[in-house]
């Protein structure tokens, strides 16, 4: 007889996927619901990995993705509102600074960000400050966050893996300075470079670690997109990454950046009155 496999999940890529944060300090606030959640969680990353649409490599090639190209063709437009942002470098945020839970992994104030959109959460003024764009990262089918990644000369993030496989990351090279050699991102095994107008596209759930050990900032387009997967995983998956702006760690993030953006856009108001 026959059998349909059309719908058919494919099974999980062989590889080193590790569960749990490994990494990321674990919650200070386990209540009862957020134990739950927890719960569920390593249950969906399982369900995730069965029922994913595209494997589950460490590293995917982009042709995997069909609208990567489409962003790559229009980075320039993004560059060049880059080198806007980039004249107010040193009043960026750092990482840690909005997302506390970053502090695990990084302390110094060589990581910096500026954030447009992340899990329903969006940052008005900067999208205003960034309107090409914020038009091209939609036409990232599952858009869950975007912002401007910052490594400035001599940041190195440890390995670690992110909280949760129902996303894959893409980094879009912007900002990219020689010498290759000290400027990579490891993802499991494989040692990567960017390429300014290059999109890399990944799995933060597998181990990586990233380093700029060169004399000149590095800038990406950085970019987490719901993970294409078959039901009843893509329902858990979309549930779950819903409930996420609800939680405080998400809710924190939020108020740390809305004190940063007011400060940062009245300075910039206060400095353009000054000049008039």
Known sequence: ???????????????????????????????RITRVLMGIVAWAEQLNLRYSRVGNPPVYDNATFPWVADIEREWHLIRHELDAVLERQSELPSFQDISADVKTISTDSRWKTFFLTGYGLKSEQN???????????????????????????????????????????????????????????????Q????????????DDAYKHEAWNHTDRTRVVL?????????FPASLINWLLLNVAVFTPFIREGLDNHKAWEKRFYTEAEALRNKGH
């Open 222 to 230: 950085f970019v987490d997109f719901v993970k294409p997967l078959h």
């Open 1 to 31: 007889m026959a059998t349909d496999t059309a719908n058919k999940p494919p099974a999980p890529d062989s590889g080193s996927q590790q569960f749990g944060t490994e990494g990321i300090a674990p919650m200070t606030r386990p209540s």
């Open 127 to 189: 999208i205003a400050a960034c309107p090409q764009t914020w038009r091209i990262v939609q036409k990232i089918p599952g858009l869950k966050t975007a912002m401007f990644s910052i490594f400035e000369p001599g940041k190195h993030l440890p390995p670690h893996r992110g909280p949760y496989n129902g996303v894959l990351r893409l980094h879009l090279g912007l900002i990219v300075p020689e010498p290759r050699d000290k400027l990579a991102i490891r993802v499991d095994d």
């Open 191 to 202: 040692v990567l470079h960017w390429e300014e107008g290059k999109a890399l596209v990944f």
